[in-house]
């Protein structure tokens, strides 16, 4: 997971915090500063690594919170929500649970070329084989 965290005071603060793709986005966004901005770079955001980046120490009503990223999953959105912050994505794909994301995710790694240690196997075996 990378995740940068900064706080900004006013709105010319975060447009030289927050990356370009978010900014159209952000316009129209009626948001309260002192702001905490979490901006993640990973393509889906699961529910478990929004609550590890969550500042442990936020008071709800005190603290405002903005969370940035590509996509979310349904239960990250609704942790988000939990939380008071206000979250923006730039695409929503799939409506990904955390389940269904991981689970893709581990089909994909299962799919990844490895080496075939079998032919190392057959090489050591032949070579200690005496010649005839």
């Not at 070329?113 to 190392?120: F, G, I, L, M, Q």
Request: with cysteine.
């Amino acid at each position: 997971m990378s995740c940068k965290a900064h706080r900004v005071v006013n709105r010319s603060e975060l447009s030289g915090v927050v990356p370009s793709r978010f900014a159209e986005a952000l316009n129209s966004l009626d948001l309260a500063f002192p702001l905490d901005v979490l901006v993640f770079s990973q393509s889906v955001l699961t529910s478990g690594s929004l609550k590890r980046a969550l500042p442990s120490k936020t008071v709800p009503g005190e603290n405002n919170l903005l969370i940035l990223g590509t996509d979310l999953t349904v239960e990250a959105r609704m942790a988000a929500t939990e939380a008071r912050a206000e979250f923006v994505m730039t695409k929503n794909l799939f409506g990904w649970s955390d389940a269904n994301y991981e689970g893709i995710r581990t089909q994909i790694g299962a799919r990844a070329k490895k080496p075939d240690v079998r032919a190392r196997e057959n090489e050591r075996e032949g070579s200690s084989k005496p010649r005839p």
